[in-house]
């Protein structure tokens, strides 16, 4: 895991890198597309600093502060001042200077990704434990969609369709009913509030329960 997320912070290094070039590219235009791309990035990034550094954390608040406009900044100019962010906290982990990735990842006792989301919750770690469960989620209900014929990519893109788009496809294609469907929902959602950081919207028994759902979930459609 801990090489899971250093791979993660390189790609986003990169896809910060990416997303700069198109802005620098795009001129003075608005661009409502890589407008959009720019805020997701940020939410992963930010994820990422929570999880690997602390919601406390030197690189996080650095990361939130930098992140407002001041008087004549762009997205350039922003983008400018967070990537580095990101990679110095990358150099940091590499370097074991980040001592919270030894409390929180440690992918050698675990079997399998919900089992470090059951890790980060029993630490306390509701956000990671949820983001974690998350991507558990995820990464089934795209298996479950190929494994049925649904095709998980956007018309002409490398680009996924959203969850709610592959869960409804699930759904009409009779693969379950729509109860689950509606649970995956509801899963879904503890997943997006974590991710975003509204740690008021949702309970440490909806953390728990998440994980027991999913849980029930694969044991009802892996193949």
């Not at 580095?84 to 990842?105: M, S």
Request: with cysteine.
């Amino acid at each position: 895991m801990a090489q899971k997320i250093l791979d993660r912070f390189s790609s986003l290094v990169n896809e910060g890198n990416s997303i700069y070039q198109k802005f620098e590219s795009s001129g003075s235009g608005y661009n409502a597309e890589l407008n959009s791309d720019f805020i997701e990035w940020q939410m992963k990034s930010k994820n990422i600093l929570s999880i690997t550094c602390g919601e406390e954390s030197h690189y996080l608040s650095q990361f939130k502060t930098n992140l407002k406009a001041g008087m004549g900044d762009t997205n350039i100019s922003i983008l400018n001042r967070l990537i580095p962010i990101l990679r110095a906290a990358e150099d940091d982990l590499k370097n074991g200077f980040l001592i919270t990735i030894k409390q929180l990842v440690q992918s050698e006792v675990f079997d399998s990704e919900l089992d470090q989301a059951k890790h980060f919750f029993d630490s306390g770690y509701l956000v990671a434990a949820a983001v974690t469960a998350g991507v558990v989620l995820e990464t089934s209900i795209k298996e479950l969609c190929k494994n049925n014929g649904i095709d998980i990519y956007l018309p002409d893109s490398t680009k996924s369709k959203k969850l709610d788009v592959l869960n409804a496809a699930l759904k009409n294609a009779d693969v379950y009913n729509i109860l689950q469907q509606k649970k995956i929902t509801a899963l879904a959602d503890v997943r997006n509030n974590a991710a975003h950081g509204n740690v008021d919207q949702f309970s440490k028994e909806d953390v728990i329960d998440m994980i027991r759902d999913i849980e029930r979930f694969l044991l009802t459609y892996s193949s």
